[in-house]
Structure formats: structure tokens, C-alpha cells
């Protein structure tokens, strides 16, 4: 069974194949568009994907030595509503035209699965990290469609953090990248920044009552970084970013620590676009967990993912109704 994976919910355009055996094929455009504005400006996100849909998916079907999936699906949020509307659109309308099922998939089930797309694959029960630009929540995953949510940000993603501090720093976009690289040569040690721990995360959209005792907060950490900017002359970049990252890397896997202790779960996979990050790869793997972490082509926003829930989806009897629409905010989990 060949099932087409459209994504468009951020700045990539991207569609794969993918079957029973793994991935047939995997094309992903990378807006570059967005540089000259230190962020995703969503109406250019949009008409980029309109003017790459169309090729990459025929890329990957061509790709794939196919001309006809037997599932296709698509992103259907959560993310900018306009860039999904053109994935999920266009997925609808080719499966209406090819009267094959379309299924809408949810974004951060595709990072959450991510790990499945290669050897070697996670066994249920897991520990899962999902790290990007819009969201950081460390999940338990005991099947597929099966998870509950362990912790999250109660503020700013991991990945906006690192996109802010680039910004600040006056680095390009998206920051997260460029920071990875300066700090190789920096000192995480250099600058003591802050890791918040629930008691000392203050006013946040979360209510007090609503948050979990491994719940993180990124943006304390934010403004730390900017105070130090204003305050200190001659700031050494690659040991600003070698603080930040240590900071940031530190929250995460203290709070993967815990959540193996309280739940005797030994396996933790990482997906989403700061899964990327050479820092946490090499550190993730000594705190004496089985790791399961994708290559980074497929931590970052692609189409495999999103064709393999599709894939794992169909198999459980799930279809989309064509009354379906894309959203914005979706929880993973949720019908
Ligand atoms: O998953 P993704 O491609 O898109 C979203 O769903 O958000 O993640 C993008 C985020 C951006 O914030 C980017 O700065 C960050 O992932 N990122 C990284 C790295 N590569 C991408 N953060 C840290 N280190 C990296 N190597
Ligand atoms: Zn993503």
C-alpha cells in the first residue's frame, strides 16, 4: 500500500511515499524566502507553497516509481492556517480525483512518529520529545494514537527560544542552526543563565492549577539572555550561544530524567527541529536511556512523517471525512 504525505503547515514544502517497507521517496523544499525577515511571514509561507505543491508531490509519486497512491494525506494542522489550507486542500482534491481515502494528519504526530521511520524502531512503550519551532512537550506513548502528555512549555518552544536569542544576537533565520554551529566553539559554562523549574516559573498562559510538576518555561531564559546582551560589552557570540544551548539542553533532559523515573519507561525518542541539534543528539544518548533519534532531515518538517501516520492511521480503519477541515490548534490525540 503506496500512501503520497503532504506538508505544508510551516516554511517546507514537502511530500513523500512511503509503504509497508519504510520510505520510497522523500522531497522537501526549504523556503528561503523568510531570511531577509528574521521569521515565517505567513502569507509569503503560503504562496510559496502554492507555487511548490504541485512539483514536489509529483516529485515524490515520480520518485517513488508511481502514478497513483492508494491513501494520500496531508497536514492538517496544527500550524499557519494558510500554509496548511494549501497542503490539505490540494491532497483533498487529488483524492477526490483519483477516488482513493484522503486523511488529514495531525503535524506533531508526525514528529511524535518520526522515530518509526527508521532502524531502529522504538518499541511501545516510549518516551517521546517533540522539539520545534512551535512546540516542546515530552509525551508517553503507549500506541499509535495512544499518548498522553507528560510535560510541556507553559511559554515559549525550545525552538522559538533558540530563533529569538539568534535575533537578538543579530544571527539569521531560523537561529536555531546557526546557534548549534557557534556553539560548537563556545563555552557552555561561560554565562550561569537560568533552567526554570515549576516553582520558580512565574505568569505564564498556563494557569497555576493546569501544569504538571515537569512542565518547562523557555522564556525566563529568553529575557536572561537579552539583559545580558544590553549589559555586557564585547559579548563573546559563541559563548552566549554555548550558555543558552547548555541551558536549554539541560531543562530538556532533566525533565526526560524524571519522566523515566516516574513512569519506569527506559525509552525516549526525539523528533521536531531542534531534535536537530548536534548538542542534544551527543548528550541525549548519556543519560542512560535507550535513544531513538531520527536523522535530522526528518526532525525538521517533511513529508514521510506525515505519510507514515497517514499510512499507520488508515491500517487502524481511520479516513477523513470530507466535512474535515484544517486547523490551527490541534492536540495530538484528540479525534
Ligand atoms: O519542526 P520544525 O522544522 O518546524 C516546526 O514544526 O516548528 O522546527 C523548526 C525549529 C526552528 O525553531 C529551528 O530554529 C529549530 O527547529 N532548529 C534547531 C536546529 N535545527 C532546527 N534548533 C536547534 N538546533 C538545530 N540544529
Ligand atoms: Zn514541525
Given at each position: 500500500m503506496k500512501v503520497l504525505g503532504i506538508e505544508t503547515s510551516c516554511d517546507e514544502t514537502a511530500a513523500a511515499v512511503v509503504d509497508e517497507s519504510g520510505v520510497l521517496s522523500d522531497i522537501i523544499w526549504s523556503q528561503q524566502i523568510h531570511e531577509e525577515y528574521g521569521g515565517v511571514v505567513p502569507?509569503?509561507?503560503?504562496?510559496?507553497?502554492?507555487?511548490?505543491?504541485?512539483?514536489?508531490?509529483?516529485?515524490?509519486?515520480?520518485?517513488?516509481?508511481?502514478?497513483?497512491?492508494?491513501?494520500?494525506?496531508?497536514?492538517?494542522?496544527?500550524?499557519?492556517?494558510?500554509?496548511?489550507?494549501?497542503?490539505?486542500?490540494?491532497?483533498?482534491?487529488?483524492?477526490?480525483?483519483?477516488?482513493v481515502p484522503f486523511i488529514g494528519v495531525n503535524h506533531l504526530e508526525g514528529h511524535l512518529l518520526s522515530p518509526l521511520l527508521n532502524e531502529p524502531v522504538p518499541e511501545f512503550p516510549f518516551l517521546s520529545l517533540v522539539v520545534s519551532g512551535g512546540h516542546t512537550t515530552l509525551y508517553l506513548a503507549t500506541g499509535i494514537g495512544e499518548y498522553s502528555v507528560l510535560a510541556q512549555t507553559i511559554d515559549d518552544a525550545?525552538?522559538?527560544?533558540?530563533?529569538?536569542?539568534?535575533?537578538?544576537?543579530?544571527?539569521?533565520?531560523?537561529?536555531?542552526?546557526?546557534?548549534?554551529?557557534?556553539?560548537q566553539q563556545g563555552n557552555?559554562?561561560?554565562?550561569?543563565?537560568?533552567?526554570?523549574?515549576?516553582?520558580?516559573?512565574?505568569?505564564?498562559?498556563?494557569?497555576?492549577?493546569?501544569?504538571?510538576?515537569?512542565?518547562?518555561?523557555?522564556?525566563?531564559?529568553?529575557?536572561?539572555?537579552?539583559?545580558?546582551?544590553?549589559?555586557?560589552?564585547?559579548?563573546?557570540?559563541?559563548?552566549?550561544?554555548?550558555?543558552?544551548?547548555?541551558?536549554?539542553?539541560?531543562?530538556?533532559?532533566?525533565?526526560?530524567?524524571?519522566?523515566?523515573?516516574?513512569?519506569?519507561?527506559?525509552?525516549?525518542?526525539?523528533?521536531?527541529?531542534?531534535?536537530?541539534?548536534?548538542?542534544?543528539?551527543?548528550?541525549?544518548?548519556?543519560?542512560g536511556l535507550e535513544c531513538f533519534i531520527p536523522p535530522r532531515s526528518r526532525c525538521t518538517d517533511n513529508g514521510s512523517m506525515i505519510a507514515l501516520v497517514g499510512r499507520l492511521?488508515?491500517?487502524?480503519?481511520?479516513?477523513?471525512?470530507?466535512?474535515?477541515t484544517a486547523r490551527s490548534r490541534w492536540k495530538v490525540g484528540q479525534e
Open positions: 502569507e509569503l509561507a503560503s504562496r510559496a507553497h502554492i507555487e511548490k505543491v504541485v512539483s514536489c508531490s509529483r516529485a515524490a509519486l515520480q520518485a517513488a516509481n508511481i502514478s497513483t497512491p492508494d491513501v494520500v494525506c496531508a497536514t492538517a494542522g496544527p500550524g499557519l492556517m494558510g500554509a496548511v489550507l494549501v497542503g490539505f486542500c490540494y491532497a483533498r482534491a487529488l483524492a477526490i480525483g483519483w477516488e525550545a525552538g522559538e527560544a533558540y530563533d529569538k536569542v539568534a535575533r537578538m544576537m543579530g544571527l539569521g533565520y531560523p537561529g536555531g542552526p546557526i546557534i548549534d554551529k557557534l556553539a557552555p559554562k561561560a554565562i550561569s543563565f537560568p533552567r526554570a523549574n515549576r516553582l520558580s516559573i512565574g505568569k505564564s498562559k498556563v494557569a497555576k492549577e493546569d501544569r504538571r510538576d515537569l512542565d518547562m518555561s523557555f522564556s525566563g531564559l529568553k529575557t536572561a539572555v537579552r539583559s545580558y546582551l544590553e549589559k555586557t560589552q564585547g559579548w563573546v557570540a559563541v559563548d552566549v550561544a554555548a550558555s543558552f544551548q547548555a541551558a536549554v539542553i539541560d531543562v530538556l533532559l532533566n525533565r526526560i530524567q524524571r519522566a523515566a523515573q516516574q513512569t519506569g519507561v527506559r525509552r525516549i525518542a526525539i523528533g521536531g527541529g531542534v531534535a536537530a541539534n548536534s548538542e542534544l543528539r551527543k548528550r541525549i544518548t548519556t543519560i492511521r488508515y491500517e487502524q480503519g481511520f479516513r477523513s471525512s470530507w466535512k474535515d
